[in-house]
């Protein structure tokens, strides 16, 4: 865990791109990520929802990324209209 984690190059990397009028499937995003550290959280808002946040979950000494309990709060589709930073 002391690296630092490229959640962007991560999701461009899957095809998913900051973009006004695309949809993207929320396990696409999910998986995406998943594979390469844990499965996130994913925060949305608005309708048609879209994307807010990326949260990475730990274990409780804070080593090691672990799967999220609760993967997103709107199951669905979203737009994706921001740089994940």
């Known amino acids: 865990m002391n690296g630092r ?3 962007q190059e991560m999701l461009m990397s899957g095809g ?3 973009n006004q009028t695309v949809f993207y499937n929320t396990n696409d995003i999910i ?3 998943g594979y390469a550290v844990a499965k996130p959280q994913l925060t949305c808002n608005g309708s048609p929802p879209e994307f807010q946040e ?4 730990v274990d ?3 080593n090691n990324f672990i799967d999220c309990q609760f993967l997103v709060d709107h199951i669905g589709i ?3 209209t921001q740089k994940v930073f």
């Open 60 to 62: 409780l000494k804070g």
């Open 5 to 7: 984690i490229n959640l």
């Open 16 to 18: 998913i791109v900051p």
């Open 78 to 80: 979203l737009k994706l």
């Open 54 to 57: 990326i949260r990475l979950c």
């Open 31 to 33: 998986n995406n990520i």
